[in-house]
């Protein structure tokens, strides 16, 4: 059976914010993504793709004007990023640091035994986890 979505399909998460550069910011300085594209005013929409070159995933921050977008609406809204070198983790979470983001305390605690929690200027978060994910 043919699967529509596979290993070869490309992902954009894709979220609407009400502070495009200082999100831009987080997810570039701090988090180290590449700023991949941007468009104004298309259709009433500004946005930033932000990502790594070539990789299957990307993030997508769009601004609507005059259409506030609000905060998340818990703190279990997470973007989790396994870094299984400790030597990356460690300079992961140092970059952030040096972009004046610190850890915040992880709701479920298993990011926290693992990994670094990182907030958002919109209250999402982001997690660093020193670890492996297979699937």
Do not use: C, I
């Amino acid at each position: 059976m043919t699967r529509p979505v596979d290993q070869h399909t490309k992902l954009r998460f894709a979220r609407a914010t009400d502070s495009l550069e200082a999100v831009t910011r987080f997810y570039v300085l701090g988090l180290g993504l590449q700023r991949l594209a941007s468009f104004t005013d298309h259709d009433g929409f500004d946005g930033v793709m932000v990502g790594v070159p070539g990789a299957p995933y990307h993030l997508e921050f769009t601004r609507r004007r005059g259409h506030p977008a609000g905060r998340a609406s818990t703190q279990e809204n997470l973007l989790v990023f396994y870094l299984p070198d400790a030597t990356r983790w460690n300079a992961a979470v140092q970059r952030m640091a040096a972009a004046g983001f610190h850890p915040v305390a992880s709701v479920n605690p298993y990011w926290g035994r693992g990994g670094a929690t990182f907030e958002d200027p919109d209250g999402y978060r982001v997690v660093l986890y020193n670890g492996n994910w297979t699937a």
